[in-house]
C-alpha cells in the first residue's frame, strides 16, 4: 500500500467489476451517486471511495452488502427513531451502520 492510502485495492478482479456493477444499479434504482463509483486509475483493483444518498430501503444497495469502498446514506423521519431501528433489523447482514446526527440524544437511543 502507499503510505497516504487508507483503503487498499480489492482482492480480484472479478470483485472490483462486482463493486461497479453495484454501483451501477444504485444509480439505475434512483439513488443519487455523490462520490466515487469509478475504478481508480493505477495499477491493481482500485475504486473510489463510494457515496450514495437518496437511498430507498427496497433498493439492491440497502440490502445487499458490498464489502467495498461504498457508503449509503438514507434518511429517516425526524422523531422517528423506533422506525430506523426497524429498519436496521430488518436488513439481512447488518454487518455496518452509523447514525450522524446534530442530536446526540437520537444517537443515544
Known sequence: LDRTT???PQNHKAHLEKLLEYCQTGVKEGAILLYGGRQV?????????T??????DDMHIAHEESFGPVMIISKFKDGDVDGVLERANRTEYGLASGVFTKDISKALY
Not at 41 to 49: L, V
Not at 51 to 56: A, G, K
Open 6 to 8: 487508507d483503503h487498499g
Open 51 to 56: 457515496i450514495f444518498t437518496n437511498v430507498e
Open 41 to 49: 486509475c493505477r495499477p491493481g483493483f482500485f475504486m473510489e471511495p
